[in-house]
């Protein structure tokens, strides 16, 4: 089984439709990453949170909101979904905040197009 | 600005011949520096890392990768490539960020090798 999931793996929404991005991980990580993945544009942050008490905003926060369920699960909303929101969502956990600790291990991916 | 730089969007090779992906980093960012690999339809996972130490990096499926400072350049390397190597190549680093790190990734080099 994966460590790293996330649900759905493709999504087709509407503009101004809210949407909720699901991550669960069962590799006892404290932390967990949020990211889109644009052509030309590389990975960038959307939020970050170092536990379930600690939530921040990455480089690119504006139009999306996350939640901290639990140790293992991180949702990402985007609360009323625009067109240059379609992308390629990543999820990733990581557990330590030493270099030598800071691999990240990514989820599969979620599509989602914005019509 | 901090910045990981990837010069080349796209390179085409020919099986068994070698390739040198370039990626270059500003020197305001830390020298903790990582390759990551998209294969198809799937999320990244990390190829090799420098942290510290010998500046010849090996990683796996024999992907190297050399750190040289005089340079800011961490160029990934393989003397033969396959098929399966057809993949989406992220370099990133590590910059500190409030008591820790976080991650800035290049842009991405899309290698396709040609049978």
């Known amino acids: 089984d994966a460590d790293v999931t996330q649900t759905p793996r493709n999504r087709i929404t509407k503009t101004g439709k809210r949407i909720m991005l699901e991550c669960s991980q069962t590799?006892?990580?404290?932390?967990m990453y949020w990211y889109r993945q644009d052509p030309g544009l590389g990975l960038r942050l959307i939020y970050y949170?170092?536990?379930?008490?600690?939530?921040n905003k990455g480089e690119i926060s504006d139009g999306y909101s996350v939640s901290r369920q639990a140790q293992a699960k991180f949702s990402l909303s985007l609360e009323s979904a625009i067109p240059n929101q379609t992308a390629l969502y990543f999820c990733?956990?990581?557990?330590?905040?030493?270099?030598?600790?800071?691999?990240?291990?990514f989820g599969p991916g979620t599509r989602l197009t914005v019509l | 600005a901090q910045s990981v730089t990837q010069l080349d969007s796209q390179v085409p090779v020919f099986e068994e011949a070698p390739v040198e992906l370039r990626c270059n980093y500003s020197s305001s960012v830390s020298v903790y520096l990582f390759w990551y690999v998209q294969y198809p339809n799937q999320g990244l996972q990390l190829l090799l890392k420098y942290l510290s130490g010998s500046t010849l990096v090996k990683g796996i499926n024999g992907f190297e990768a050399e750190f040289n400072k005089s340079q800011t350049s961490f160029h990934l390397r393989k003397p033969s490539v396959h098929i399966s190597d057809t993949a989406e190549y992220f370099c990133a680093a590590l910059e500190p960020h409030s008591g820790t790190y976080k991650y800035i990734f290049g842009t991405g080099t899309r290698l396709k090798v040609l049978a």
């Open positions: 949170s170092f536990d379930v008490k600690d939530i």
């Open positions: 590799k006892g990580h404290d932390r």
């Open positions: 990733a956990t990581s557990d330590s905040t030493s270099p030598r600790g800071n691999e990240q291990f």
